[in-house]
């Protein structure tokens, strides 16, 4: 089963919006990914963390890595509506090749 | 494309038959990964293997799985005894390998199988 709560399970954004959304573990993690996911697509790499605390952008993208190693924040600034789909964080630990994701959260743009 | 390719893209068999899903990673990336996406979740990890040999096997459901990647490329999976519960998204990926970032990962689009 997944090991990383993702919330909000879902979203409807409006254009212009910023939106933000996280994920929480019981245990640690060295990694912390995020990933989106369009219809019919696999996964593609937004964003990678690599030490905690550390805060990392990508053009619009900001995702932050959580002091406690447990949780991570993604948050999208003035969403446009191509940011539609969704949303994985992944979590990697030490010497591990694995990487354990959430459940997502979706989103949509609101009519 | 230079990126990873899956095939079938679709697969629909009947319960109990075999089936094979064949994954070729990007050139050059020695890490190649299997995960399987049901609907509504995220990838779970099934598989990966480093250049010929499976580094951890340790996410397959079962023994009716099988994978493998005799030269170090392109890497099959293998369903035995196929059954309706197998029906899912199965996910291929590669990296570069060793060292850091081996978390960013180079999905395909995946092939989906419907067990009937």
Redesign the interface.
């Known amino acids: 089963g997944?090991q990383?709560n993702q919330s909000p399970q879902s979203m409807f954004i409006q254009e212009g919006e910023d939106v933000s959304m996280n994920c929480t573990s019981s245990s640690i993690f060295n990694?912390w990914?995020w990933y989106k996911q369009e219809p019919?697509?696999?996964?593609?790499?937004l964003i990678?963390l690599?030490k905690a605390g550390e805060l990392t952008s990508n053009g619009r993208l900001t995702a932050q890595f959580g002091i406690t190693r447990k949780d991570s924040f993604l948050n999208i600034s003035a969403s446009i509506p191509s940011d539609v789909g969704i949303y994985?964080c992944?979590g990697?630990r030490l010497n591990d090749?694995?990487?354990?994701?959430?459940?997502?959260t979706t989103v949509t743009v609101r009519a | 494309g230079a990126g990873?390719s899956q095939t079938p893209s679709n697969k629909v068999t009947e319960k109990g038959k075999y089936v094979e899903l064949r994954c070729d990673p990007i050139s050059g990336h020695t890490?190649l990964?299997w995960y399987r996406q049901s609907l509504?979740?995220?990838?779970?990890?099934l598989i990966?293997f480093?250049g010929t040999g499976a580094?951890?096997d340790?996410?397959l459901p079962n023994d009716r799985f099988f994978a493998v990647r005799p030269e170090g490329s392109v890497s099959t999976l293998k369903i035995q005894r196929t059954e309706r519960g197998d029906s899912a998204v199965y996910?291929c990926?590669s990296s570069r390998g060793l060292g850091?970032?081996?978390?960013?990962?180079?999905?395909?689009?995946?092939s989906r199988l419907t067990v009937l």
């Open positions: 997944q990383l990694t990914l019919g697509e696999g996964p593609v790499l990678a690599y994985f992944a990697q090749y694995k990487l354990s994701f959430g459940a997502g | 990873v890490a990964y509504g979740q995220g990838p779970e990890f990966y480093q580094a951890d340790s996410g996910l990926a850091a970032g081996t978390g960013e990962l180079f999905f395909g689009e995946g």
